[in-house]
């Protein structure tokens, strides 16, 4: 088992990754002492995994609550029903919240505790690679808004992330697949190195193997975890983890949330982020096909709907990370490294936009 | 114009009270440097105080949502319309929220800042005395749920509170006197000075003269600010400040929310929370009879409906101050000093219940 920390003083948490985690009955008593729960899941991921977990949480009184599975359920209905559910279970300020699932039971559940009875505690136990990776990490919480992703939450770190990898045996490729994109925006963000070994590792990871997929999950949690004690409300670097994303929600809002994984999304933003900083002179072609090449072999998308520029730009303008009227990007100076800059040549946005979306 | 502070390290904030504040336009650039707001009321207020304000607030991009009037709207309908309005006004991170209004404005607008965007600042302009005394200080937002009031809330700091007197003398009499419920309430609990002028001053208060509700502003302000400094989160001392509230929620809960203002509901409460006190041998009949006097002097109600102790009961449980299974009340050892307790005799809260509310 991994033992990450997150370093927020008296908001820091620990991130564990292993194998057998939901069923550890000392663990889970460790992480989490609250004696009245109610776990948040949804049909598919209790089915496989909610028995372990209610063995692991052993004798408390425990609450379970499952919400539609689907992006388009992450909005106040599905957040108004666990307040129900938390009302029936008559949960107090004493009680916890254990969000067991994906990105989307994650950021609903945890933005129920940040905000019942003016916030409760929570404990993440993500079964995507996507979210063990990256949503469950780091305290942002939220729902939808039909004008943008996310545009209602809170931070509300939880008590800790259980990231048990042998609930990723189960995903289905797809979600794998989804999940290795915000992998991959590690290594292009942050650390060359994870760029390379992910390059050199991708059949391991594909197939599902338990060490490659743990040291995946440990140095995705890593990077993330030192960008989020730097910056816990993105005032500045946590913006960096954003990169690919604020194209990618724009052809999640345009598309409506339905067809595309959030993941397969940011796969086409990261290399249109690859792709306006070789425009902007920053980095050099081959470096853009290398980044086309990683996603490709993990067939991942490279190519997006035909939205349009001007639709997409639209959506972009609700994007959380405007300042002053102009949308803040985060760009590649190299692979290995980010900035956010609001401070590029519109044209060049406005052409890789409509390079890969159309006019 | 008094000047209060109230110290809670990088979220500490000023509370200005005074008359004639809302159009100081100087006042208002240095609380609120923000260039893009939506100011939130409602239509009542809106005829009587927009206006000046919007002078106040000079040349900035101002956009102006009305939300319903009553406490059966602090719901998150309302919420969800907030949302809508700073969507179409295009707001953004650095943008901020005026309430203008009474306590459900202030809440509910709040509570829209704390969540919009993971949170944006926000100015509390409270018009009632209710507000400028208790609701508009402190960060406490949120809305109610049929299960009980302020279930679904954040903790929330404003970035300054501006009590114009002045608009008092637009209020209708019936929420003065409710508003004097809450500053009666910062006497028992914490000052018997500040009781005794209260009862040498209620004749001037309810003639509204300037002078005394500045002073009774001042006051219940300032000991409002010293526990919340103490105490942010409500993990002990600030519960005090809910003194006649558990059993007033309970109140306002079986009723509907329709009937009864807040500060009316408060009214009962700490009366019953004055007897519940002299039943547990803590105060004489006489601070009693004292506590009536003054609520009654204030035209305020120190009876209520015939709800039942047993319905009572049921609304208490599932108040937040309720640990490990039993509700924590605020009772009064001595008059100017208030308790948390949970070591009650549950026989003697429910003769006080029936007393006051039938079987």
Not at 252 to 263: I, M, V
Request: proline content about 3%; some cysteine; hydrophobic content about 45%.
């Amino acid at each position: 088992m991994q033992h990450l920390s997150i370093d927020l003083g008296t908001r820091s948490y620990p991130i564990l990754i292993g194998a057998g985690l939901l069923a550890d009955r000392a663990l889970l008593e460790r992480l989490l002492p609250q004696r009245n729960l109610l776990v948040v899941t949804n049909a598919t991921v209790a089915k496989l995994h909610l028995q372990a977990l209610l063995r692991g949480l052993g004798e408390r009184n425990v609450a379970t609550h499952s919400i539609p599975d689907g992006e388009q359920f992450k909005n106040l209905d599905t957040l108004n029903a666990i307040f129900d559910a938390l009302v029936r279970a008559r949960l107090h300020r004493d009680a916890a919240i254990v969000a067991l699932g994906g990105g989307v039971v994650g950021d609903v559940a945890g933005f129920a505790a940040a905000i019942y009875q003016r916030g409760i505690a929570h404990l993440q136990v993500p079964t995507t690679l996507l979210a063990q990776v990256d949503s469950a990490v780091g305290g942002k919480t939220g729902v939808n808004h039909r004008a943008g992703k996310n545009l209602i939450g809170a931070f509300h770190q939880p008590c800790g992330v259980l990231a048990d990898i042998t609930t990723l045996r189960t995903l289905p490729e797809r979600e794998l697949r989804a999940g290795l994109a915000e992998v991959i925006k590690y290594g292009l963000l942050a650390d060359v190195r994870f760029l390379e070994w992910l390059e050199g590792s991708l059949e391991r990871l594909l197939a599902c193997e338990e060490a490659a997929l743990e040291f995946a999950v440990q140095r995705s949690c890593e990077i993330k975890a030192r960008i989020v004690a730097t910056d816990e409300r993105e005032q500045g670097q946590r913006a960096l983890l954003n990169l690919g994303h604020t194209f990618g929600h724009a052809i999640e809002s345009a598309t409506g949330y339905h067809d595309w994984l959030h993941g397969e999304a940011v796969s086409v933003g990261l290399l249109m982020a690859a792709r306006l900083s070789a425009r902007l002179g920053w980095l050099g072609d081959a470096d853009v096909e290398r980044v086309r090449a990683l996603l490709q072999r993990a067939s991942l998308p490279t190519s997006a709907p035909q939205v349009g520029a001007a639709r997409a730009l639209e959506f972009m303008a609700m994007d959380k990370k405007v300042q002053d009227g102009k949308v803040r990007l985060i760009l590649l100076p190299r692979l290995g490294e980010a900035r956010v800059s609001s401070d590029y040549d519109a044209g060049k946005l406005r052409a890789t936009l409509q390079e890969f979306l159309g006019p």
